[in-house]
């Protein structure tokens, strides 16, 4: 697998100069959730917060002409290292392994924990298939292109892959790691290559429709400042119809600046969903009607649909 096949994609990022330093901190830590009706919400990481921070698929390829074209065409590009010889662009990378010509990543999907770092065995079998290898390290900031020609080489060290029930291994598997007294495991996803005309493209292989057991939110003010405990919800109708036009709707581009420029508490909020099998996946509301996931970008909802939706969130 050559680095010189996959799309430039950081290139057409614009990080806006009112981007500050404590939000760029907050955007390249996982998010460990607890297992609890109170939940303690650890920090998400966001794609794009810098290209000198992280390393992600989520940038847009358009096939078509006209952004909001009725046959969308959206295809997400593909990874591609930064260069090198930029020491800054270099410094760090998110977690990730090879596979099938595919990178895996380490994105804003999670298994449920138990106290917000101990995931239970239980779920972990639960979602835990086929055992396909173990990585090998030897991927950094540094490496050339032959490193991403073998299978599970990684910047993770030694970790055994597995698949991941109920999800299609093309875009998503499990990295298990046994220690002595317990265990680690995360959820990576490759995106990159996938096309979508509407929202159903992708939240249809997250399994959220008719799978969303409970929810909680917080505020911008809220995942800027540490986070508070928020009371888990159990999944109501208005959710279920606020993810039944996840499904129906629009990718479009949109700069990245819509994050960062926008800091009023209540223009943004973050939702966590937790679905039946213990994972909880988190999707960041923008109040101008937008739906941004780290991996792929944003996606444009009914309007009306959006507002109701948000405005229950108080």
């Known amino acids: 697998m050559s680095r010189e096949k996959y799309v430039n994609a950081m290139d057409q990022i614009k990080i806006s ?15 460990p959730l607890k297992n609890t009706k109170t939940l303690l919400i650890k920090r998400t990481a966001f794609a794009f917060a810098s290209v000198a921070l992280i390393i992600t698929a989520g940038v847009y390829t358009v ?14 590009a593909e990874v591609k290292l930064p260069d090198t010889a930029n020491g800054g662009i ?5 977690p990730l392994f090879t596979y099938q010509n595919r990178i895996y ?16 065995e ?12 173990t990585t090998t390290g030897g991927i950094d900031e540094w490496s050339g292109d032959e490193d991403y020609i073998a299978d599970f080489s990684s910047n993770i060290g030694e970790s055994e892959v597995y698949t991941v029930k109920g999800y299609d291994s093309k875009f998503r598997l499990m990295v298990y790691t046994p220690y002595e007294g317990g265990f680690g495991c995360e959820i990576y ?27 909680l939110w917080e505020d911008l003010d809220s995942w800027n400042n540490g986070g508070l405990q928020k009371v888990e919800q159990e999944a109501d109708d208005a959710l279920n119809k606020f993810i039944k ?9 949109q700069p990245i600046d819509l994050l960062i420029e926008d800091t009023a508490a209540d223009s943004q909020k973050f939702l966590y969903l937790r679905t039946e099998d213990n994972l909880i996946t988190t999707v960041r509301l923008l109040k101008d009607g937008y739906v941004y996931a780290d991996e792929i970008g944003f996606f444009e909802v009914d309007k009306a649909a959006f507002d109701a939706f948000y405005n229950s969130l108080n």
């Open 90 to 94: 270099a410094a760090r990378m998110r």
């Open 17 to 31: 100069e009112n981007f500050n330093n404590e939000t760029a901190r907050k955007m390249k830590a996982g998010h």
């Open 189 to 215: 996803d490759s995106y990159g290559g996938l096309t979508m005309n509407s929202g159903d493209d992708y939240f249809e292989l997250l399994n959220l429709k008719g799978n969303v057991t409970s929810y």
């Open 63 to 76: 096939n078509r002409s006209g952004m909001f074209s009725p046959n969308p065409g959206i295809t997400i």
């Open 122 to 133: 239980a779920d972990m079998l639960n979602l835990r298939g086929d055992f396909l290898g």
């Open 245 to 253: 036009e996840l499904y129906v709707s629009t990718p479009v581009e």
């Open 105 to 120: 990543i380490r994105y804003n999907t999670a298994i449920a924990s138990l106290d917000g770092y101990t995931v239970s």
